[in-house]
């Protein structure tokens, strides 16, 4: 009998490992990936416009921004609850890693670069750059300069 309930414990984890617990180290190792290109893009700005390495970071957050985006769709519904329960928004991290990716021709400290920076931070759980004041006082600062937002 105990053999039974033994082999029965192990398919029922064995199971719950791959259905639940390899998506879920997916996810995390895409979460460090995103944090590292994020750090390693920072610096990537106009002035490399038109440059193999421009090209290459533009690429990279292009391309994570398209993972963020379909973990988000193909997730298993229990994963999808657990990192919505755990504050993970892959929409908004996705949008933001596409709209980096739009605005490196953007100065790094950037209005609208250094929000897209702060929704991919605040969408997958890492840590911010700027807080909600620093973010604040740029907006203001922007809309002084260019009398509005674009």
Known sequence: MSAIVSFILGGLGWFAAGFFGKPL?????LRSQVHEEIIFT???GPIAAGTPAYDKAEDSLRRLGAKVHATNVTASLPLR???????YDLVKAGGGLIGLCN??????SDLFRAGHTNSIQV???LPRDRNDESLRLLKETWERRHGGVK
């Open 42 to 44: 920072g610096k990537v």
């Open 103 to 108: 605005s490196l021709a953007d100065n790094p």
């Open 81 to 87: 609850w657990y990192l919505s329960k755990a504050g």
């Open 123 to 125: 969408g997958l759980n």
């Open 25 to 29: 180290l997916d996810f995390l190792n």
